[in-house]
């Protein structure tokens, strides 16, 4: 077996005897890739939730004490939204499964490593199992959704309506300051008699046809 993992492989290291204790020494690696990968995308979503430059944030962290061969090769593809498989979400989650149940067997709080296997779930939920398990920043990346057709063809309704709307408004009030330019003519001024001196024969029939026009606008006839 060995010829196969040196070609396979950068380094081989003998763990032990016992089978099983190499598988367990490869998780555990794999909870520190996972994390920090998972660390990774949440910074880079603090960073984007502040309106700074991203690109800067990994320029930053290659003078970080914890930047590392992982966040080198990861960060990049992260912020470009590559996520071309090189060590699949659904083999990580695996892994992260497996580390949480030794973990409970023995009694151990793996807080880290069951936030890191939630967000790989999150996306097997979502159909990115065989994307690159860097895709869990794909959660904190959002790119601008594209407006839909149906999106312009709603606002090109809203503007003539909106225009209706305005140009109704606009006829109503003009209609009403129409009636209220038209002055109340008060009964007492329609039958009012000339002061002084006795009507004369014009004057009684002014007056009478007067009380006609008024009584016929008082009872609606036209």
Same mark, same amino acid.
Do not use: C
């Given at each position: =077996?060995?010829? !196969?993992?040196?070609?396979?492989?950068?380094? #081989?290291?003998?763990?032990? *005897?016992?089978?099983?204790?190499? $598988? =367990? !020494?490869?998780?555990?690696?794999?909870?520190? +890739?996972?994390?920090?990968? /998972?660390?990774?995308?949440?910074?880079?979503?603090?960073? /984007?939730?502040?309106?700074?430059?991203?690109?800067?944030?990994?320029?930053?962290?290659?003078?970080?004490?914890?930047?590392? +061969?992982?966040?080198?090769?990861?960060? *990049?593809?992260?912020?470009?939204?590559?996520?071309?498989?090189?060590? $699949?979400?659904?083999?990580?989650?695996?892994?992260?499964?497996?580390?949480?149940?030794?973990?409970?067997?023995?009694?151990?709080?793996?807080? #880290? %490593?069951?936030? =890191?296997?939630?967000?790989?779930?999150?996306?097997?939920?979502?159909?990115?199992?065989?994307?690159?398990?860097? #895709?869990?920043?794909?959660?904190?990346?959002?790119?601008?959704?594209?407006?839909? &057709?149906?999106?312009?063809?709603?606002?090109?309704?809203?503007?003539?309506?909106? %225009?209706?709307? $305005?140009?109704?408004?606009? +006829?109503?009030?003009? %209609?009403?300051?129409? /009636?209220?330019?038209?002055?109340? #003519?008060?009964?007492? =001024?329609?039958?009012?008699?000339?002061?002084?001196?006795?009507?004369?024969? +014009?004057?009684?029939?002014?007056?009478?046809?007067?009380?006609?026009?008024?009584?016929?606008?008082?009872? &609606?006839?036209?």
């Amino acid at each position: =077996a060995r010829p !196969i993992l040196e070609a396979s492989s950068k380094e #081989v290291i003998e763990i032990g *005897p016992k089978i099983g204790h190499a $598988s =367990a !020494i490869k998780i555990a690696t794999n909870m520190i +890739t996972a994390a920090s990968v /998972q660390a990774a995308a949440e910074a880079l979503a603090l960073v /984007q939730a502040l309106d700074l430059p991203l690109e800067k944030f990994i320029e930053a962290m290659r003078s970080n004490a914890s930047h590392s +061969t992982t966040l080198a090769m990861k960060l *990049p593809k992260m912020l470009s939204r590559d996520f071309e498989p090189h060590f $699949s979400a659904k083999h990580m989650l695996k892994d992260m499964q497996i580390a949480n149940q030794i973990g409970l067997s023995n009694y151990l709080d793996l807080g #880290v %490593t069951a936030a =890191a296997r939630d967000q790989l779930l999150e996306q097997m939920h979502w159909g990115h199992g065989d994307d690159d398990y860097s #895709v869990v920043a794909r959660k904190y990346l959002h790119e601008p959704a594209p407006v839909t &057709g149906a999106e312009l063809q709603l606002d090109d309704q809203e503007g003539p309506a909106g %225009t209706g709307e $305005s140009i109704a408004s606009s +006829t109503e009030r003009e %209609t009403q300051s129409e /009636q209220d330019a038209i002055p109340e #003519v008060s009964p007492a =001024a329609l039958v009012d008699v000339p002061s002084g001196g006795a009507a004369n024969e +014009t004057t009684r029939l002014r007056r009478g046809f007067l009380k006609q026009l008024f009584s016929r606008l008082s009872s &609606g006839e036209k």
